[in-house]
């Protein structure tokens, strides 16, 4: 029992033991780690963007600024990440030390057609953020040409369009005719020019629009080429000894050529194989003393269009002069023409101021003649006459008198200038000081090269009125007189509206057109009662009937008419459910 007690006790003492023991290596465990030294700790490089930052941030064309705010815990570096990005986006600034910071990125504008982007890189260490900036490209809508010029015949034609927007198409004419698109690189647009079955030319357009963007090709088409049958020559004369005359014909119909009587002596070759538009006759020599005609008519073959050719054939012995008088100033001088014959001639005149300064000729030759001066103020005629074997031909000359009255002249009287403006340019002969004036001030005096010239520069008429002026030409004194009047056309008449028609819903609305005229126009709305026009705004009513309804509004400028065709869609027809109406429940409230 003793034995059993001690044991117990000792047990006991041992644990006690046991647990001080710990609780002093514990102790002294802690003492050991509190007293160890603290090793410094560098901070790990690094770079982090303020909360919120946009990393894709996107831009319009226009440019503008990105100001980036971050954070870094050492120094900091910022790049723009493609080399040839650098024209139009830049970043500054472009380093800095450890701490918050910030950095404005700059964007030019964009005057491309295509969107751009590029990255931005911010550095610190191996710590990087990108921002990836973006740019809108700027609106575009280019066509490859503005004009075509066809031929009357039907054609086909193709626009490119190159647009990064959508656009819509319309034509000004029911001539031309959008057949297809085709979409590449580019649009691809397809039309076709119909025959112009008239004489005159014409013009359409064609106009590719997206928003306020558009652009317009102007068609310009030929007008059908006229029926032509034309000689080169209506008379062609022939010596007694006859020959082979040629005649040029112009022609785009098929003919036939008539004699007008039969003729013996005169016949046309067609064995010789040379152009069919160049005429080949034969005239036999001619033995008798009197001249001879013979005509020929080119006719086509509905008999619409012709033409005449008059050979004239002289008689045996002939000489052939000028017709028409030779007319010399008051002063000596000298002058010259030539003869055909077919004879020895002599020449003689009637009068002794007029004398031939070279004899007699033969066959064709130049005769020469002088004139001596004029001294008194009327007009002399005298004759020069060539005779051979009794053949005598005349030529009439006139001399002008000397000018002793005042006297003021002007070479022309009349002058019509194009639109666009041009030049009026006359002489003045005078012996009497004078001075030049004009009412418009469409008119300017230019400086001449020659005293006695006058020239005005006229403007351009950018009116569609024709307008008239005039040029005043007077002496010093008064006395005389003179006007030149000026009429210039105005500027053709053009109308382009658009659109060409407008489909409306039953509610209607306004819808926006555009007028383009260089003259006044005028509005017609074919039913005022819900059609009108407000500036340039088309206001349609409301449709209250199921059925779809028709109208336009017609455009006025000078004598051109353009037609906006307008189509509304009828109001659509309630369907009443099957449970019945909320009036229907409304008005047997009181019975539930």
């Not at 045996?316 to 077919?342: K, M, Q, R």
């Amino acid at each position: 029992m003793d034995t059993l007690f001690r044991w117990g006790k000792m047990h006991c003492m041992q644990k006690a033991l046991f647990v001080l023991l710990s609780v002093v290596l514990v102790a002294c465990s802690g003492e050991e780690k509190v007293n160890l030294p603290d090793e410094p700790e560098t901070p790990e490089a690094e770079i982090t963007l303020a909360e919120g930052t946009d990393k894709h941030p996107l831009l319009d064309a226009s440019g503008g600024t990105v100001i980036l705010h971050f954070t870094s815990t050492a120094d900091w570096k910022a790049t723009v990440g493609n080399v040839r990005a650098s024209s139009w986006i830049t970043v500054s600034p472009t380093s800095g030390k450890a701490g918050e910071a910030s950095a404005t990125i700059s964007v030019a504008a964009n005057d491309g057609t295509d969107e751009r982007t590029a990255s931005v890189f911010l550095d610190c260490g191996d710590s990087r953020e990108t921002i990836v900036v973006s740019q809108k490209q700027k609106d575009a809508l280019i066509v490859s040409r503005q004009s075509y010029e066809l031929s009357a015949g039907e054609s086909l034609i193709e626009v490119e369009v190159e647009a990064n927007v959508t656009f819509e198409v319309e034509v000004s004419d029911t001539w031309i005719e959008q057949i297809s698109t085709r979409s590449l690189e580019k649009s691809v647009l397809s039309f076709r020019i119909l025959a112009n079955d008239g004489y005159e030319k014409r013009s359409g357009s064609i106009l590719v629009r997206s928003g306020e963007l558009q652009e317009t090709v102007r068609i310009y088409q030929e007008g059908k080429e006229k029926e032509v049958l034309l000689l080169s020559e209506d008379m062609v004369e022939v010596g007694a000894l006859g020959g082979t005359v040629d005649v040029q014909l112009q022609s785009s119909v098929s003919y036939i050529c008539k004699p007008v009587t039969e003729y013996t002596w005169v016949s046309e070759i067609t064995s010789r194989a040379v152009s069919t538009h160049t005429l080949h006759f034969a005239v036999q020599p001619n033995d008798t003393y009197d001249m001879r005609e013979a005509r020929f008519v080119f006719i086509d073959e509905t008999e619409s269009i012709s033409d005449t050719l008059t050979i004239r054939q002289y008689a045996a012995d002939e000489i052939l002069v000028p017709s028409d008088p030779i007319i010399c100033e008051p002063e000596s001088g000298t002058f010259s023409f030539e003869v055909s014959a077919n004879i020895s001639y002599d020449v003689t005149t009637d009068v002794s101021w007029l004398k031939q300064v070279v004899g007699r000729g033969m066959e064709r030759s130049t005769l020469h003649f002088s004139v001596e001066e004029n001294t008194g103020s009327a007009m002399r005629e005298g004759n020069i006459i060539l005779s051979g074997n009794g053949v005598e031909r005349t030529v009439k000359v006139m001399q002008k008198g000397k000018e002793e009255a005042p006297y003021l002249i002007v070479s022309q009287e009349h002058f019509n200038i194009l639109p666009e403006g041009g030049t009026v340019r006359f002489t003045v002969k005078a012996n009497v000081p004078y001075r030049v004036n004009t009412d418009a001030d469409w008119m300017v005096q230019a400086v001449s090269g020659s005293s006695d010239e006058i020239v005005f520069t006229v403007s351009a008429n950018e009116s569609t009125s024709s307008r008239e002026a005039t040029i005043t030409v007077t002496s010093e004194d008064g006395n005389l007189v003179r006007t030149v009047q000026v009429v210039q056309e105005g500027e053709a008449v053009y109308l382009d509206v658009s659109p060409s028609n407008i489909s409306a819903t039953a509610e209607g609305g306004k819808f926006t057109f555009t007028v383009n005229s260089n003259t006044q126009y005028t509005f017609t709305c074919s039913d005022n009662s819900w059609i009108s026009v407000d500036g340039n705004l088309i206001v349609i009513g409301a449709n209250t009937s199921t059925s779809q309804r028709k109208g336009n509004v017609t455009v006025r400028a000078a004598e051109l008419v353009r037609v906006i065709e307008i189509t509304q869609a009828g109001k659509k027809e309630e369907t009443p459910s099957a449970g019945g109406s909320i009036e229907d429940f409304t008005e047997n409230e009181e019975d539930w």
